[in-house]
Structures are given as structure tokens and as C-alpha cells.
């Protein structure tokens, strides 16, 4: 049952991320809080029921990586561990850089995710104009537009969770408000082995008018 799916799902991503942990430990990863990593305006809303927030972000320069072809269990792993390395200090300068994650989805039609994935993480004001040049060729220092997202709170970043938040999010916000359908974004702010208070969110994308 979905229960048990949840359950499974959360027990599965804490074990990919404790392995991740511990070799971020050796690549001396840095966390911060969000308003340290990320400039915004925010405004709270509640509709139908649920709380959430839209935020403006400006355009910024962010690290990515990107998968075509396999599911999200099946990657999802090695993407954020490029990007872990990435940000431990595996870059020209040899940085550390703070979260959150930004993991784009591009749902279908049904609400499942397809076989395509990004995973990115914003670079901090400090090395906006000068990036690190990551040593992995996969990964990809690129120029992002500005954007407005409505932002909802989940505890862990599964699959199930994930689509649960989506459509929850997408039902508060109706057939009225103009957003984009083709893709959306989750985000993990925290540790991995953060055990209570976590701030993970799902992000939809306001349409532009």
C-alpha cells in the first residue's frame, strides 16, 4: 500500500544519502542555511487548505547535471553525489559551496515522473562572477532566468512524496493561476542524517504572462 511505499521510499533515500554523507565528510562539505545560499522576496498564501509561499529568485548562475533514459531511483544517487563533490571542493579552486538541491522533474501526463532528470544547485553570491570550473565534465556551470515559484513543504524528497506535494500544490493553486505543467522542482535544503525539522519543498514554476 502507499504506506508502505512511503515508508520504503524514505528508508531507501536515507541509506543513498548516508553513503553520501560520509563522503562529503571527506570532501569537507559546507551547509548553511537557505538565507545564507539564496536572495528572495516571499510572500505567504493559504488556499484550500494549504500553506504555501510564492518567491520571487533572481537570475543566477547554478551547477547542474543532467540524465535522459533512466528512472529516478536509478540515478538520482549519482547525480547529487557529482554535485556533492562539486560543492566539497572537487573544483578548479577547490571550493566548498553550500545547499540547497534543486531537482527538476518533467512529469506525464499522469503525474509519473518520466525518464528525465536535472539536478542543480545554485552558486552562493560570493562566486557568482567568478565560478569554480568543476573538474568533472558533466557537470555544467549555466546562466538561469529569473523566476517565480509557489513553494510547499515536504518532509523527504521520495517519489511518492514528491508527486503527493505536486498535486496537493497544483490543486490549492487551480485551473486559474498560470504555471508550468511540463516540469516542476523539489528541493532539499539539510543534511542527510538531519533527523527532525527537515525543510525539503516542492516548487512549481509560475507561467510567465
Not at 533514459?69 to 559551496?97: D, S
Not at 553570491?125 to 556551470?141: G, M
Not at 543534511?191 to 514554476?205: A, D, F, M, Q, S
Amino acid at each position: 500500500n502507499n504506506y508502505v511505499s512511503e515508508k520504503c521510499g524514505v528508508l531507501l533515500f536515507l541509506g543513498s544519502l548516508t553513503a553520501l554523507f560520509l563522503q562529503m565528510q571527506y570532501f569537507r562539505c559546507v551547509f548553511l542555511p537557505a538565507s545564507h545560499v539564496l536572495t528572495l522576496t516571499y510572500q505567504s498564501d493559504r488556499t484550500n487548505g494549504v500553506g504555501f509561499e510564492v518567491r520571487r529568485y533572481d537570475a543566477a548562475k547554478y551547477a547542474a547535471v543532467y540524465s535522459e533514459g533512466r528512472t529516478y531511483e536509478q540515478v538520482i544517487g549519482e547525480l547529487v553525489r557529482k554535485l556533492l563533490t562539486y560543492i566539497g571542493g572537487n573544483n578548479e579552486q577547490a571550493m566548498g559551496i553550500a545547499f540547497p538541491i534543486i531537482i527538476t522533474v518533467y512529469p506525464r501526463n499522469d503525474g509519473v515522473f518520466s525518464r528525465r532528470l536535472a539536478v542543480g544547485i545554485r552558486i552562493p553570491n560570493a562566486y557568482q562572477q567568478d565560478p569554480p570550473a568543476p573538474t568533472d565534465s558533466t557537470i555544467r556551470v549555466e546562466e538561469r532566468p529569473g523566476m517565480t515559484v509557489y513553494a510547499l513543504y515536504v518532509s523527504f524528497v521520495t517519489v511518492y512524496l514528491i508527486i503527493v506535494g505536486a498535486a496537493r500544490l497544483t490543486r490549492a493553486l487551480g485551473e486559474t493561476t498560470p504555471f508550468q505543467r511540463k516540469q516542476y522542482f523539489c528541493c532539499s535544503y539539510d543534511p542527510p542524517l538531519k533527523p527532525y525539522g527537515r525543510r525539503n519543498e516542492v516548487w512549481l514554476l509560475q507561467e510567465d504572462p
